[in-house]
């Protein structure tokens, strides 16, 4: 039922009563594909949980993810994730369960969300067959409706951070402590709660995983052990992994953390080993998903078995780009660019294609002589079939420099 209550701002002038649950909140922010929240796919989620009863200190749990699609570049000039930074991102599939257990039964905050987020992040749900949506939401524009850049830069926080999942959350809760709202009061919808999943090991990838510039902000990671008392320690062991290697690196705190559950746990040394083997072996199972391990994702293999000290089990892929092309060659585009204000997407390439009297094709099969991509790094499904099937691939730039434009 519906109440209005005349002593309220008017961004809280419709109050539902359900009773809380859970009185810390769930901030959260999408990084996508797109800005049409029907044909977005996530490339990063940051969430951070905050008791505004009690202004707790916040915790956050962030990620890169993989949307297995191509990102368009008018989307990489705003959060600058590349195919190449989230070549080791689990996918949203990966993550879904730990992510609706993260927002269970709170309410969940962001900037223009219940328009583009919740959608977003509903039919991602969907996609991965988990039976939940986020219902119960607070939007942070109905106290300060601007961007929240022209906000940040105005509470004095680090604008060339923004458009980072994470950086976002904390500019909203930004706006929640300085103008003292509890969105637990003010929220609209009824209260999602998660269905009970069997808790499976979580495996993220942080911009600073990722090797990403810019990206040396301090995590203050969301600690869930005491959650899972219920889950074997093996299982909960990996979760530990995941949260200590954030930083990649591992302090002496760290390895203590890791042995006192161990010896709590009774987790003898054979079998940490094989459990450190196990969390290696999730990030070389995804440095293999699209057939090539590239230099950059080796040397962050091989820092996390360095660091964990297992044996690697992969090596870098030899690739050529090298090709001879003649009119019987053919050749496949994915992706667009653009280059001195003329965009070149799959129209134009295929024109620009057969105007060199090469042949071009939709989609790749073993026949394939070249692929051009936005990036050498894409993950679309040509560009990945390039790659299983070993065959040469080019950047656009780099094709249209060789054969360019005729005049």
Known sequence: MLQYNPELPLWGSLIESYPRVVAE???????????????????????????????????????LINPLVHIPEETIRIHKISAQDIQLAPTFTEVAEEVARLVDRRVVVGHNLPSYDKVVLNRAFQSAQIPFEI????????????????????????????????????????????????????????????????HKTVRTVSRYQAGMAGAEYELRPISRIDELAHVEPETVYLHLLDEVLENMALSDEDWERLDDFAEQHKIVSSKREELHLEYLSQLQAAALRDHVVSEREYSILQKVSDLLEVPLSVQITAETGEVTLTEESIIVSTGSVT??????????????????????????????TLVICQEVYATTGNATRAKKYGIPRWTIEEFLSTFPPRV
């Open 339 to 368: 280059i001195d204000g003329r965009k070149w997407d799959k129209i134009e390439l295929e024109r620009h294609i057969r105007s060199h009297n090469f042949q071009w094709a939709g989609n790749v099969t073993k026949k394939t």
């Open 25 to 63: 909140i769930a901030i959260l922010d999408l990084e996508t594909t797109s800005r049409n929240p029907y044909k977005a796919r996530i490339v990063e989620i940051g969430i951070t949980i905050w008791d505004p009863d009690v202004n707790s200190q916040p915790q956050e749990w962030e990620s």
């Open 135 to 198: 219902e119960r939401v607070f939007d942070t524009r109905s106290i300060d409706s601007r961007k929240l850049e022209v906000i940040a830069a105005e509470l004095g926080m680090d604008v060339s951070k923004m458009h980072s999942a994470i950086q976002d959350t904390r500019v909203c809760l930004e706006i929640l402590q300085k103008h003292q709202v509890n969105p637990n009061d003010l929220a609209q919808g009824m209260l999602h709660r998660a269905p009970k999943f069997e």
